[in-house]
């Protein structure tokens, strides 16, 4: 049979990791670079830039 003290350590390293993936799950990842500058990078290319909603927006290359 466990003792209190088990139960009070297992308690609380249920409870710390519960912590630890709620705090982190919920926090926004922002874009590496705007929508803007990868456009720009893409024409510098001599890309055609595509906006997107979705994705942000693609860069298509013409094949040689």
Same mark, same amino acid.
């Given at each position: 049979m466990r003792t209190l003290a088990q139960t009070r350590?297992?308690?609380l390293l249920l409870i710390g990791a519960v912590t630890v993936q709620v705090g982190c799950? @919920?926090?926004p990842i922002?874009?590496?670079y705007p929508r803007e500058e990868l456009k720009v990078e893409c024409?510098?290319?001599r890309g055609v830039w595509h906006p997107d909603?979705?994705? @942000?927006g693609f860069c298509e290359y013409r094949a040689a």
């Amino acid at each position: 049979m466990r003792t209190l003290a088990q139960t009070r350590v297992a308690a609380l390293l249920l409870i710390g990791a519960v912590t630890v993936q709620v705090g982190c799950s @919920g926090a926004p990842i922002a874009p590496t670079y705007p929508r803007e500058e990868l456009k720009v990078e893409c024409e510098r290319h001599r890309g055609v830039w595509h906006p997107d909603d979705l994705m @942000g927006g693609f860069c298509e290359y013409r094949a040689a």
